[in-house]
């Protein structure tokens, strides 16, 4: 993982998410609300208020608001400590208004789990934990103490004490439930678009090795001719100098860096190989090409390729980048793991293709069984394995990458450990560890259809 990779996906910040016109927006709508509860109360209730001082903590809102509006840019977002300041305001402007209309005798006082609710789907964890703490005790506060909700005639509005402690149960409950649920759905909803993203920059960037691979393959061939061209004419020239040694020490010169040429031409399109008639190869070569990279890092690659019958020949794959990449990821995964020995399998029949990648690790954690291919998953407890894998941030991204890729071709993936936990460890078989296997039906767009390959054309030269 890169570093801007790592910036990117290594901490999760909640910093300038929320427009200051949201808030001041949502704002607006609880004054009006506010307004609208203390004209009812008092004209159509007939319920004696302390119409001034509810007045001045509603007009400080309002002012704040307006200040808000004609200072600051529309467009301006909040930092985190921001946002978390003027929530906080809301909560204890509404905890004033309900200390002065009844405390929780006032039907609207389940309205200050909006705020906590609020900072769950947009801030951090510690700033809705602090916010819903503040939140709590003045719901408690409330409880115990407040202004009492007298009619005109003289009669106190009150609910019973057993009611009133139930109501404060509940918006106790609906603070932590509610806080608790949109901090979580909100934290995946962020997770998955991250790693979405990542999967994105993983593609493009395999896209890219592509096509600048099929440039150097083009290259190469046409520069293939002059090439030899001037190798043979050197050749030529050397054995016509024997008398002239410093001219044929020329020649000489001429013909080894031609060969030189030749060579490193060789060694950049060896990973593309793709001129437009290689776009299309049998799926052992494209599991092979995408294997290739991890072949000499110390662990045994082993293929084992075959039809489930006779009759069926082996199908030919296009070169996507998508399947390149998903599959590379979980070969890179296996050989990582793996202790010495890793096993890349495909089988083909009429209906189905299947490949299949083993390894003799240690196999998935079964804490982590039902969460395999989920971004951002981290195995609690897991020990440090950064001298095995340097590389490996622990985020699952890999294996996400992986599935995502190969699921838009079409691809089904599940995950499977190649042993029994509860037998002893000489009783594992041999194909221990992790097992992938990704299945395609026949007909999948990725596949060439059988009787449908016609010719792809005359090359397009890169140079004229």
């Not at 510690?126 to 409880?143: D, E, G, H, K, N």
């Not at 103490?145 to 009669?155: F, K, R, S």
């Not at 951002?376 to 890999?398: D, H």
């Amino acid at each position: 993982m890169t570093d801007t990779q790592s910036a990117l996906f290594g901490s999760h910040t909640h910093n300038n998410w929320i427009r200051l016109r949201t808030l001041i927006m949502l704002r607006w709508l609880a004054i009006t609300g506010q307004v609208a509860a203390v004209i009812a109360a008092e004209w159509i209730y007939g319920i004696d208020l302390e119409t001034g001082l509810i007045s001045m903590v509603i007009g400080l809102s309002i002012i704040i608001n307006l200040v808000s509006m004609f200072v600051y840019s529309n467009v301006r977002r909040l930092t985190e400590s921001q946002a978390a300041r003027m929530l906080l305001f809301d909560t204890l402007q509404l905890t004033i208004l309900l200390w002065l209309t009844g405390g929780l005798n006032n039907p609207f006082a389940f309205l200050i789990v909006a705020p906590v609710t609020i900072s769950a789907a947009a801030l951090s964890l510690r700033s809705t934990v602090a916010l819903a703490l503040i939140s709590a005790c003045s719901v408690t506060l409330l409880a115990l103490t407040h202004l009492p909700l007298i009619t005109d005639a003289g009669e106190i509005l009150k609910i019973p004490a057993v009611l009133a402690f139930g109501f404060w149960a509940g918006i106790i409950t609906g603070i932590v439930f509610l806080g608790l649920y949109a901090h979580r759905v909100t934290s995946e909803q962020h997770s998955m678009s991250e790693a979405l993203l990542a999967t994105q920059m993983a593609l493009s960037r395999e896209q890219k090795l592509t096509d600048l691979g099929g440039v150097v393959a083009a290259a190469a061939h046409e520069l293939g001719t002059p090439l030899a061209t001037i190798k043979l004419v050197s050749s030529e020239l050397i054995e016509e100098l024997e008398d002239h040694p410093e001219l044929r020490d020329d020649a000489v010169l001429i013909r080894e860096q031609v060969g030189r040429c030749h060579d490193i031409m060789r060694s950049m399109g060896r990973a593309g190989k793709s001129d437009k008639h290689l776009k299309i190869a049998a799926l052992q070569t494209v599991i092979e090409e995408a294997a290739e990279p991890h072949l000499m890092r110390g662990k045994e690659v082993h293929f084992n390729f075959g039809g489930e019958d006779s009759q069926t020949p082996q199908p030919d794959a296009f070169r996507l980048p998508e399947v390149i990449h998903g599959l590379r990821n979980l070969i890179q995964n296996a050989v990582d793991f793996a202790r010495e020995n890793v096993w890349v399998e495909a089988r083909w029949s009429a209906d189905t293709i299947i490949i299949r990648v083993i390894d003799d690790g240690p196999g998935y954690p079964l804490d982590m069984a039902g969460r395999i291919g989920d971004p951002f998953v981290r195995r609690r407890g897991a020990p440090n394995i950064a001298g095995q894998r340097p590389e490996y941030q622990g985020m699952g991204l890999g294996l996400f990458i992986a599935k995502t890729l190969l699921e838009r071709t079409g691809a089904e993936l599940s995950f499977n450990n190649g042993s029994d936990p509860y037998l002893l460890r000489t009783e594992w078989p041999e194909q221990c560890g992790a097992i992938v296997e990704v299945s395609w039906p026949a007909q999948a767009d990725v596949f060439q259809q059988k009787g449908s390959r016609s010719a792809l054309g005359e090359n397009d030269q890169i140079i004229n």
